[in-house]
């Protein structure tokens, strides 16, 4: 049978249905031009953004701090590494769960309490029907934090944080200072030196591929390593706590407002220990009155009475206005201007030698020695020493110290006589430890601190000469004379020679002098080579009997052996009259 193809009719396409096409199409190829030009050129800057947040990422260092050690690498203050708990019950899952499955809030706080010991109780309470978001604990541990990092339950982040820690308590903060919890410096050195105790580490940008692993760059060996030095002090622990431990037992024997011990080398103003009593715990600083959180030391003036005498000798000597084999006559008291001026016990000793005016403490006898001083030339010497400047240091805020007008002391007799045992003008202890330490040195300033890096950063200026080797010599043999047969024999030890002076003066208020006191003493050792210079401040003790022989010098003793043992410092023995040193 013969088969036939089928004829099929071309009919031409509706004219309004190709017109449509045709329009869809333009259209589409417009709409897509349009989305790759948005895409392309205004949408650009803000994609390539979105891609490098995809493709790298920024790491940033904890906000941390040195660690600060005393001159043997003993820890004083550091960052502790802590944690706080954050839980999301929402998202409460355990390991092998299908990825479903959200776990109870009991379930989670039954394995976190064993870690916390915390009653399971306790931390239901702090859910308070939250889904997300919940802070359940701070000041984790890194050991209990690893604990819970190992649970591996889902909802449950650990936010890493540093906290400021002193091991030490309360003995180095009146030095040192604290932060506080925002790890903001609040006081000391802490506060004072806060850009060198901040580490500040370099942040950078790692790139990553499709799956987030890192690809390799140009970075250098060192661009991830954090600068984590240590800050240096010049400090010795274990005279510090020995200077504390003295200094708090009197304190507190005498029943007195505070008190301040100072350890420093005489040759390059290295303090090896400074206390003040009473103290506080940086740990807890919120405890306590934020007037302990003062460094008076600095920044309170005093006047130094009885242990300025020294300074005034080496004046009077400097200018040739007396020798060192003179005498003067003390007579009890004298009149100056109209005043009538008198010794501590109101008694006369007689004509007495230089020293002697330095062993019994001599107020007339050195009333008359400056006498012989023109006060002009007493006053400029007053302002070489820095009287009424601040001091140069890596401590606390240092105050300038109160020095009368010039024309008032030239021209008012009674200015220079109170000044020459001591009174009418204040420094802070720290300055009376600077001059004293230049008396024992041979003449020369030098800066007290507590840093190891201090004479790189501050001491660029060549040393000031304030005295000349041989009267800074013999003032400190009259001072030594004060240890032998003076107020300050309580100080003395078998086989070491020490030079001192003590002070007892009244505390001024509103013009007029009060009963209430400041005992002092300051010391010397060894004489025969001067290293050390310790001052001992006592103020207000409120019991009979204070002076700085009976409350500044049994501190200064203690002291003064614990150095002896922590510098080890050999004693001399006497060989055909003469006195050596031991080998």
Known sequence: MKKYKKIVRLVPLDQKRSKFLYVFSLILIFCLFGRLVKLQVFNASELQRKARLIQSSKTN?????????????????????????????????????????????????????????????????????????????????????????????????????????????????????????????????????????????????????????????????????????????????????????????????????????????????????????????????????????????????????????????????????????????????????????SNWDKKGNGYIDYPKVLQVSSNVGMVKIMQNLDPKIYWDWLKNLGINNNLETDLFESSAGQLKRKDLFVNQSIEPAVTSFGKGFSISPLKLVQLHAALANGGFEVTPHVTSTFKERFNKNPKKQFFSYEVSKTVLEWMESVVDKGSGSGVKIEGYRIAGKTGTSQKALNGSYTSKKVCSFVATLPVNDPKYVVLVVVDEPSKSYAYGSTVAVPVAKEIIESLIVVEKIPPEIKDQGMIVKKP
Do not use: C
């Open 61 to 341: 260092s904890l906000k941390k701090r040195r660690s600060i050690v005393d001159r043997n690498n003993r820890l004083i203050a550091y960052d502790k590494p802590l944690y706080k708990l954050w839980a999301h019950p929402k998202y409460f899952n355990f390991p092998g769960d299908s990825i479903n499955k959200v776990r109870s809030i009991e379930e989670v706080t039954e394995k976190l309490s064993d870690i916390l010991d915390i009653d399971d109780e306790i931390l239901l309470r702090k859910f308070d029907n939250k889904i997300s978001g919940i802070k359940l604990l701070d000041k984790i541990s890194q050991e209990k934090a690893e604990k819970i990092k190992n649970l591996r339950i889902s909802g449950i982040d650990l936010f890493k944080y540093s906290q400021r820690y002193y091991p030490q308590g309360e003995l180095f903060s009146n030095l040192v200072g604290f932060v506080n919890d925002e790890n903001i410096a609040s006081a000391g050195l802490e506060l004072h030196l806060d850009n060198q105790i901040k580490v500040f580490n370099k942040s950078k940008i790692i790139k990553r591929g499709g799956d987030g692993t890192p690809l390799p760059d140009n970075s250098a060996p060192g661009d991830f390593i954090s600068d984590y030095k240590s800050l240096g002090l010049t400090i010795d622990s274990k005279l510090q706590k020995a200077s504390f431990n003295a200094l708090s037992k009197q304190v507190s024997k005498w029943k007195a407002k505070k008190g301040f011990a100072i350890v420093m080398d005489v040759n390059n103003g290295r303090i090896l220990s400074l206390v003040t009593v009473p103290s506080y715990d940086p740990n807890k600083f919120w405890e306590y009155d934020s007037e302990l959180f003062r460094g008076w030391y600095s920044q309170d003036l005093f006047e130094p009475g009885s242990t300025f005498k020294p300074i005034n000798l080496a004046l009077a000597l400097e200018e040739k206005v007396i020798q060192k084999d003179g005498f003067v006559e003390d007579i009890g008291k004298i009149n100056v201007g109209g005043w009538t001026l």
